[in-house]
Nanobody, 125 residues
Framework: QLQLVESGGGLVQSGGSLRLSCAAS???????IGWFRQAPGKEREGVSY????????KYADFVKGRFTISRDDAKNTVYLQMNSLKPEDTAVYSC???????????????????WGQGTPVTVSS
């Protein structure tokens, strides 16, 4: 039912920055959010998570200190600010929404109800 559309991906040099957006077709007030990525030949991995209240976050170790997740419920949009990008960050980035009454983050992929199609990010050396 809920549609998610990512944008903001593209080609960037190593050390550069990108800001990804995840626009929802409706309110995200009741959803926990996750950003995931998948590189060719690799499994999908969680990047960052945000609780439905927006008060709790979690980051994968490989992006901690470089990426920041946030949400603007008034715009039904979630963001992923990516700084100090590395070539190994190259992947298709997808956002997902999990309908939950939890106050915490949702880290289990199986608990996500809606997924965007993804936006590709390429980081050159």
């Amino acid at each position: 039912q809920l549609q998610l559309v990512e944008s903001g991906g593209g080609l960037v040099q190593s050390g550069g920055s990108l800001r990804l957006s995840c626009a929802a077709s409706g309110t995200l007030d009741y959803y926990a959010i996750g950003w995931f990525r998948q590189a060719p030949g690799k499994e999908r991995e969680g990047v960052s998570y945000l609780s439905s209240s927006g008060s709790r976050t979690k980051y994968a170790d490989f992006v901690k200190g470089r990426f920041t997740i946030s949400r603007d419920d008034a715009k039904n949009t979630v963001y992923l600010q990516m700084n100090s990008l590395k070539p190994e960050d190259t992947a298709v980035y997808s956002c997902a929404a999990s309908l939950t009454i939890r106050e915490g983050v949702v880290t289990d992929t199986r608990e996500y109800d809606f997924w965007g199609q993804g936006t590709p990010v390429t980081v050159s050396s």
